[in-house]
């Protein structure tokens, strides 16, 4: 069965200390591998695609990773801004069907 | 480029009653979707049409809840009769095709009273 596990479920950093959440995922045939940010009363915002293995994107503070059985975020020296719900999102094979985690509830305390 | 637009953002309404919610997807995108996303839990999809089509409506609970894309573009989710266990964020989303990214609109938050 196509399974997405984020871990850690909540994470607090103060500012400036570099930390990385992970996306462990089983799925018959990876299309890509997504992530979103999410703030509080928003919609998931659209941050990075990752197709293959030793794949790496990177975008200001965040640079995401993979493998082919998990994906990393590494914030490097966070913001209080970066505070928000991090989702990762694998896409099946035939289907083209999402398959969402339950995300990272990130706080970074200034 | 506009975004997904979704209205309304905010719904309370009493169980057994009906609500309906509007989505517009990014101009010129054939795929569309509708997630339920319960606080605390991942996006989960409740239908996904492609044009005026349905791709995939299996975990809509076609008992209580509808939807439709008229003429391929703009959608609307219907719920009746609501029950308390529908509050959730209704996020519509879009992509160009079925293959490619989807970006997601602010979502309408409902509750059930």
């Known amino acids: 069965e196509d399974q997405v596990t984020q871990s850690p479920e909540a994470l607090r950093l103060q500012e400036g200390e570099s930390s990385s959440l992970n996306c462990s995922y089983t799925?018959?045939?990876?299309?890509?591998l997504f992530w979103y940010r999410q703030d509080p009363g928003k919609g998931p915002e659209f941050l990075f695609t990752l197709y293959s293995a030793g794949e790496e994107k990177e975008k200001e503070r965040l640079k995401a990773t993979l493998t082919k059985k998990e994906s990393f975020l590494h914030i490097t020296a966070p913001k209080p801004e970066d505070s928000a719900t991090y989702l990762c999102a694998v896409q099946a094979g035939g289907t083209y069907k999402y398959i969402f985690g339950t995300g990272t509830r990130l706080k970074v305390l200034a | 480029e506009a975004g997904v637009a979704q209205s309304p953002r905010y719904k309370i309404i009493e169980k057994r009653q009906s609500v309906a919610f509007w989505c517009n997807p990014i101009?010129?995108?054939?795929?569309l979707y509708w997630y339920q996303q319960i606080l605390g839990q991942g996006p989960k999809l409740l239908i996904q049409f492609q044009n005026n089509g349905v791709v995939d409506d299996s975990q809509l609970p076609k008992d209580r809840f509808s939807a439709e894309r008229l003429k391929g573009v703009d959608s609307t989710l219907k719920i009746q009769p609501a029950k308390l266990e529908d509050s959730a964020v209704y996020l519509c989303a879009s992509s160009q095709d079925i293959r490619n990214t989807i970006y997601f609109g602010e979502g309408s938050w409902l509750t059930v009273v």
């Open positions: 101009s010129g995108h054939a795929t």
């Open positions: 799925v018959s045939g990876l299309r890509g």
